[in-house]
């Protein structure tokens, strides 16, 4: 059974990251199809019904309430897969947000990560 480990999240969320700083423009990962083997399916429905509460300037706050309510609605799934599933809700809400430089929305994607990863590992 392949599921995401601690380490393929990290390296998703570094990579996400690095992109972030040197292409021209923050980069925000796609949702996975579903392959069976994933818990919750990264359908843009279910993304798009996340956004919402991922919106704002400082969502970090809230990602422990995040988290425990993603716990609950999905007690099988894996923190990798969670931490998957959050960074690639929340990212093109700050990638749309043109008030932000390309840095800020760097840092915005950092700090959310460094939050959910604290929440959950």
Excluded at 37 to 49: G, H, L, Y
Excluded at 80 to 96: D, G, M, Q, R, W
Excluded at 107 to 114: H, L, Q, T
């Amino acid at each position: 059974m392949t599921h995401f480990t601690v380490a393929r999240a990290a390296a998703l969320a570094a990579g996400l990251m690095l992109g972030a700083a040197t292409a021209s423009a923050l980069e925000c990962p796609q949702p996975r199809p579903h392959n069976g083997r994933s818990v919750i399916k990264e359908t843009p429905s279910e993304i798009a019904e996340l956004a919402p509460v991922l919106t704002g300037a400082d969502v970090s706050a809230q990602v422990p309430a995040i988290v425990d309510g993603l716990r609950k609605r999905y007690p099988n799934a894996h923190s990798a897969e969670l931490v998957n599933y959050l960074i690639t809700a929340y990212c093109p809400s700050v990638a749309k947000a043109a008030d932000l430089s390309e840095a800020e929305q760097t840092a915005r994607v950092r700090a959310f990560s460094k939050a959910v990863f604290a929440a959950l590992y």
